[in-house]
Structures are given as C-alpha cells and as structure tokens.
C-alpha cells in the first residue's frame, strides 16, 4: 500500500547541480514526487556561510520506511555528500524525510518558512491536478 511522504532536499555548496542530479536519481528509483520551487535559504547551525537551495516534495510510494531511508543515503552519496565534510559545514546534498504516511519527523524543522510556503505549494498543485 502506497505511503504519503515529504522531502527537503537542501545543498549549500552546487545546489542547483546537486538538486537536479537527486531529482533525477528519485525518478530513476521509482519516487515521483510533486515538487515547490527551490528557495534560498541562510544557514542554520551550519559552520560554512554558503546560503543554502532548499526544496521540499511531497508524494506517493511503495517504499517502506527502512528501504526508502536507506534509498535516501544512497542518493545522498551518489551526489557526493561524504562524512568528513560535515565539519566543515559543506553539504552536497541532504534529504529528509519529514513525513512517512501518518508518521512525522524532524518537527524543528516544520515551522521553518520554506517548508510551509513548499507545502502550501505542493497542496495548491496536487489540488489543481485534481481537477
């Protein structure tokens, strides 16, 4: 049975580059998510002062919860996101999972403008995609 789930995508260092090359890589592992337009965004608790490219997606899938977490990290790395640039501050790529059907995570990060103003577009377009 197919699951609702939100994404945030973000990168601070190529992130137009590195958002497109997950973009292609959910589609290619079957995830074909309504997306809100990128926005750019300052860093939060982040060492490295590159202003971030967030995105949040929203849509359905069959994935369970372990599989779809572990597809995540493996985009994650494929668009370069290694451990020893944590320090450092430099994120290629970083998807959470906020939403997995009925379950929520991250709720920091839910009151965060570009969730809520990519959520409300997300809504407005799979509305109007009803119609």
């Known amino acids: 049975m197919a699951s609702y789930i939100v994404l945030c ?3 601070n ?3 137009a580059l590195h958002l497109q090359q997950a973009h292609s890589l959910l589609l290619e592992a079957g995830l074909r998510l309504q997306w809100a337009n990128s ?3 300052q860093p939060i608790d982040c060492p490295c002062p590159n202003n971030f490219v ?6 359905y899938t069959d994935y369970d919860y372990p599989r779809l977490k572990q597809k995540l990290k493996e985009i ?7 451990p020893e640039d944590k320090q450092a501050g430099i994120v290629k790529l970083d998807i959470d999972l906020l ?9 920091d990060e839910w009151d965060r403008a ?9 809504q407005a377009s ?4 009803k119609r």
Do not use: A, W
Not at 54 to 59: A, D, E, Y
Not at 76 to 82: A, D, I, T
Not at 126 to 129: L, M, V, W
């Open 126 to 129: 799979e509305t109007e995609n």
């Open 9 to 11: 995508m973000g990168s």
């Open 99 to 107: 939403r997995f059907g009925d379950q929520y995570y991250k709720p």
């Open 13 to 15: 260092q190529d992130g």
């Open 114 to 122: 570009y969730i809520k103003d990519g959520l409300k577009e997300i």
């Open 54 to 59: 967030n995105q949040v997606g929203g849509g």
């Open 39 to 41: 926005q750019v965004t």
């Open 76 to 82: 994650e790395s494929q668009c370069g996101r290694r």
